[in-house]
């Protein structure tokens, strides 16, 4: 059972990025869950702020990933949502991806089917009356110990 934590507003999700992002230790993957509207692109936004990126972070819907350099670190933000096919990720070279020390923050992961490697990290976004509610589900030892890390210096 994931560890359940609610977010009041869009502040609070971006502050529980910004602690992820300062907790994590690369390589990571991070796969985000959850329906439209539910808060995976502004967590996302979280972490790469997190991480010191002061520049916009929109979703990728259209260009399937975006790019980021932060300080010495390397961000793969996708989002899957108008993925067709899993068999599409070939054509950008997916593996590459995969294969660099970084932070991957996947949106729409049940759409990359076999084509994407297991998580690291699991975060469920759900809507819940007019807040979210963030799940953490470690998926690695590497996920284990980052949620243990986040939840001791969770804010009460």
């Given at each position: 059972?994931?560890?359940?934590?609610?977010?009041?507003?869009?502040?609070?999700?971006?502050?529980?990025?910004?602690?992820?992002?300062?907790?994590?230790?690369?390589?990571?993957?991070?796969?985000?869950?959850?329906?439209?509207?539910?808060?995976?692109?502004?967590?996302?936004?979280?972490?790469?702020?997190?991480?010191?990126?002061?520049?916009?972070?929109?979703?990728?819907?259209?260009?399937?990933?975006?790019?980021?350099?932060?300080?010495?670190?390397?961000?793969?933000?996708?989002?899957?949502?108008?993925?067709?096919?899993?068999?599409?990720?070939?054509?950008?070279?997916?593996?590459?991806?995969?294969?660099?020390?970084?932070?991957?923050?996947?949106?729409?992961?049940?759409?990359?089917?076999?084509?994407?490697?297991?998580?690291?990290?699991r975060c469920h976004l759900a809507v819940v009356g007019n807040q979210r509610r963030l799940g953490l589900e470690p998926v690695s030892a590497?996920?284990?110990?980052?949620?243990?890390?986040?939840?001791?210096?969770?804010?009460?």
């Open positions: 059972m994931p560890a359940q934590i609610d977010l009041p507003d869009e502040d609070a999700t971006l502050a529980w990025g910004g602690n992820l992002a300062v907790q994590a230790e690369l390589p990571l993957q991070v796969h985000l869950v959850g329906e439209l509207g539910a808060g995976k692109t502004t967590l996302s936004r979280g972490i790469l702020r997190g991480l010191g990126h002061d520049g916009s972070v929109k979703s990728p819907t259209y260009t399937l990933v975006e790019p980021y350099t932060v300080g010495n670190h390397r961000v793969f933000h996708f989002d899957l949502y108008r993925l067709g096919d899993p068999g599409e990720l070939a054509y950008i070279g997916i593996e590459d991806y995969f294969a660099e020390p970084a932070l991957v923050l996947v949106e729409w992961a049940e759409r990359g089917g076999d084509w994407l490697p297991a998580p690291d990290l590497r996920g284990t110990d980052l949620v243990q890390r986040l939840l001791a210096g969770a804010p009460n």
